[in-house]
């Protein structure tokens, strides 16, 4: 079963406009990170944050998690064409394994 | 580096045949892991390596896939028959993991047609 869902399921924005998707969990996890998928292509890694972080920033990337509301939010600030793709939240849980279960994705579109 | 290889990067086969993947993680990795991601969905890890022992197999369909690493490097998935349902990318992707969670490196993936 997939523990993320994320919200919106799509969104379609201008150049040079934020874009702001939000992913929601069930249980506790040791970290949460979020992929992106360009059409056809494997997923990329963009940005961990573990479980006592609260915001992380990376270039235009900006994350934040609240785990008592087992939510996390990506912000891509200024965006461009190029990060049209899809994004996933991916969680990590607490046993030793690490394993990561994948959200549903958010479908990006920026429009030129 | 060089990143996680995989192939075919696309199969079309038909329902009852078999088929297999292969996967070439990034040098060191010590973890390897297959997932299957159906069209509109995320990735569902199928199976976890660490080295050449398996972590986690709960989700994969033990009845007709099956998934091996060899000496600890190299991973092939098998489908045997395939069901029109196994219609989907198959990714491979490799970590460190040697020291706590870390990020995955997915290859390209294998998009599976089954008719």
């Known amino acids: 079963s997939q523990q993320g869902e994320e919200d919106p399921q799509a969104l379609s924005i201008q150049e040079g406009e934020n874009a702001t998707m939000n992913c929601s969990y069930k249980t506790s996890i040791n970290n949460l990170q979020w992929y992106r998928q360009n059409s056809g292509r494997g997923l990329v890694h963009l940005i961990l944050?573990?479980?006592?972080?609260r915001e992380k920033h990376s270039g235009r990337l900006r994350v934040t998690l609240d785990t008592s509301k087992k939510s996390s939010s990506l912000l891509i600030t200024a965006s461009r064409a190029a990060d049209t793709a899809s994004y996933f939240c991916a969680t990590a849980g607490m046993d030793s394994s690490y394993k990561l279960i994948f959200g549903s994705g958010t479908r990006l579109l920026v429009r030129p | 580096e060089a990143g996680v290889a995989q192939s075919p990067r696309y199969k079309i086969i038909e329902k009852r045949q078999s088929v297999a993947f292969w996967c070439n993680p990034i040098?060191?990795?010590?973890?390897l892991y297959w997932y299957q991601q159906i069209l509109g969905q995320g990735p569902k890890l199928l199976i976890q390596?660490?080295?050449?022992?398996?972590?986690?197999d709960s989700q994969l369909p033990k009845d007709r896939f099956s998934a091996e690493r060899l000496k600890g490097v190299d991973s092939t998935l098998k489908i045997q028959p395939a069901k029109l349902e196994d219609s989907a990318v198959y990714l491979c992707?490799?970590?460190?993991?040697?020291?706590?969670?870390?990020?995955?490196?997915f290859g390209p993936g294998t998009r599976l047609t089954v008719t």
């Open positions: 040098s060191g990795h010590a973890t």
């Open positions: 390596f660490q080295n050449n022992g398996v972590v986690d």
């Open positions: 992707a490799s970590s460190l993991m040697d020291r706590g969670p870390y990020e995955q490196y």
């Open positions: 944050i573990r479980s006592n972080e």
